[in-house]
T-cell receptor
Framework: GAGVSQSPSNKVTEKGKDVELRCDPI?????LYWYRQSLGQGLEFLIY????????KSGLPSDRFSAERTGGSVSTLTIQRTQQEDSAVYLC???????????FGPGTRLTVL | GEDVEQSLFLSVREGDSSVINCTYT??????LYWYKQEPGAGLQLLTY?????DMKQDQRLTVLLNKKDKHLSLRIADTQTGDSAIYFC???????????FGAGTRLFVKA
């Protein structure tokens, strides 16, 4: 596609359930990033993938969060046993290797009741 | 640790200049960025500056970098109502891929 796409656009779940958020990066972009944007907060770095290198997971807030990137393209962010504080907009971005500009998707708004 | 700080709100009149300020902590930052987020839209890169530059100008945008004070600013000349958005300052660290964002400055432009 022409841009980064994310699905679903909105997700409402109950506390304790698991959720999966999907990101389709721009074709050919080797770097992929996940961020979390909470109300009134900046973008919180979660994880990034670069080619076949080990991902930088330093931003994941707890072991309930995990992400994978299959085949160097699509990525899935999984949150297990969701908590109300996980409610936020989860943004995905991709970029070409060694380039400065990250292209962002529209985000997934997660609401945990 | 890594941190980027910026004021949360700025209000200007249409036609005036806007100056959005940002401070960062990582002295090894290679690139510093300004992203714009319009209502209901994703973030888009506005401009960036390499850490060995002091200033970059791009049409109505002027970026100033004071590396000694770790201070970055974005000046928007002749601000228009269409400039109303949230502006995020960001720095790259660890060789360029990990990017730390500020909380964003919400710019209100009054007609």
């Amino acid at each position: 596609g022409a841009g980064v796409s994310q699905s679903p656009s909105n997700k409402v779940t109950e506390k304790g359930k698991d959720v999966e958020l999907r990101c389709d990066p721009i074709s050919g972009h080797t770097a992929l990033y996940w961020y979390r944007q909470s109300l009134g907060q900046g973008l919180e770095f979660l994880i990034y993938f670069q080619g076949n290198s080990a991902p930088d997971k330093s931003g994941l807030p707890s072991d309930r969060f995990s992400a994978e990137r299959t085949g160097g393209s699509v990525s899935t962010l999984t949150i297990q046993r969701t908590q109300q504080e996980d409610s936020a907009v989860y943004l995905c971005a991709s970029s070409l290797a060694n380039r400065n500009e990250q292209f962002f998707g529209p985000g997934t708004r997660l609401t945990v009741l | 640790g890594e941190d980027v700080e910026q004021s949360l709100f700025l209000s200007v009149r249409e036609g005036d200049s806007s100056v959005i300020n940002c401070t960062y902590t990582d002295s090894s930052s290679t690139y510093l960025y300004w992203y714009k987020q319009e209502p209901g839209a994703g973030l888009q890169l506005l401009t960036y500056i390499f850490s060995n530059m002091d200033m970059k100008q791009d049409q109505r945008l002027t970026v100033l970098l004071n590396k000694k004070d770790k201070h970055l600013s974005l000046r928007i000349a002749d601000t228009q109502t269409g400039d109303s958005a949230i502006y995020f300052c960001a720095e790259s660290i660890n060789g360029g891929f990990k990017t730390i964002f500020g909380a964003g400055t919400r710019l209100f432009v009054k007609a």
